[in-house]
T-cell receptor, first 113, second 112 residues
Framework: AQSVTQLGSHVSVSEGALVLLRCNYS??????LFWYVQYPNQGLQLLLK??????LVKGINGFEAEFKKSETSFHLTKPSAHMSDAAEYFC???????????FGAGTRLTVKP | DAGVIQSPRHEVTEMGQEVTLRCKPI?????LFWYRQTMMRGLELLIY????????DSGMPEDRFSAKMPNASFSTLKIQPSEPRDSAVYFC??????????FGPGTRLTVT
């Protein structure tokens, strides 16, 4: 079975600073990896996904993530944080042959002015 | 595209009452998922359907919870009787032939 660990339940950055949210996964077969964002009182919205192909994937709102098989990681980055990036971010993993998507516990991002 | 639609958005009920949450998936999607989100337990998968058939209900907390999908465009999650510990945000999500799930806005349930 697959699983996801998000390191750091809370991350705080200054506006304009680099955003780095960490995600490590466990999967017995090649994983499909996702990052979702949740704004207050809203559902989860897909930021980006990795299934196959290029290991650096770009998503919405200037976010990107890199799949590193050797490190079993899929960290989310953004070069310059904006106040509107404040939200909760979830990493998720699934496999090609089933519908079971496992979510991490989430990381709450705070952006300071 | 209207996205996944859930109703009601907010529900306040008294302990012991029946609660029914509703979901309309994105047209053409063949998989539907029900999740529960709480501060303590995070996001939990309750049940999912594939082509209207329940595939895995191992996340349903107990027999008080039941879910149905009578057709491709409608699903319900029912709690009978409800208890205060059922208070949470319940999300419905759907998936088509790509791998990501699309989430609805959620139903915030408060059981007093």
């Amino acid at each position: 079975a697959q699983s996801v660990t998000q390191l750091g339940s809370h991350v705080s950055v200054s506006e304009g600073a680099l955003v780095l949210l960490r995600c490590n996964y466990s999967s017995s077969v090649p994983p499909y990896l996702f990052w979702y964002v949740q704004y207050p009182n809203q559902g989860l919205q897909l930021l980006l996904k990795y299934t196959t192909g290029a290991t650096l994937v770009k998503g919405i709102n200037g976010f990107e993530a890199e799949f590193k098989k050797s490190e079993t990681s899929f960290h989310l980055t953004k070069p310059s944080a904006h106040m509107s990036d404040a939200a909760e971010y979830f990493c998720a993993v699934s496999q090609y042959n089933n519908n079971d998507m496992r979510f991490g516990a989430g990381t709450r991002l705070t952006v300071k002015p | 595209d209207a996205g996944v639609i859930q109703s009601p958005r907010h529900e306040v009920t008294e302990m012991g009452q029946e609660v029914t949450l509703r979901c309309k998936p994105i047209s053409g999607h063949n998989s539907l998922f029900w999740y529960r989100q709480t501060m303590m337990r995070g996001l939990e998968l309750l049940i999912y359907f594939n082509n209207n058939v329940p595939i895995d209900d191992s996340g349903m907390p107990e027999d008080r919870f039941s879910a149905k999908m009578p057709n491709a465009s409608f699903s319900t999650l029912k709690i009978q009787p409800s208890e205060p510990r059922d208070s949470a945000v319940y999300f419905c999500a759907s998936r088509g032939f790509s791998y990501e799930q699309y989430f609805g806005p959620g139903t915030r349930l408060t059981v007093t």
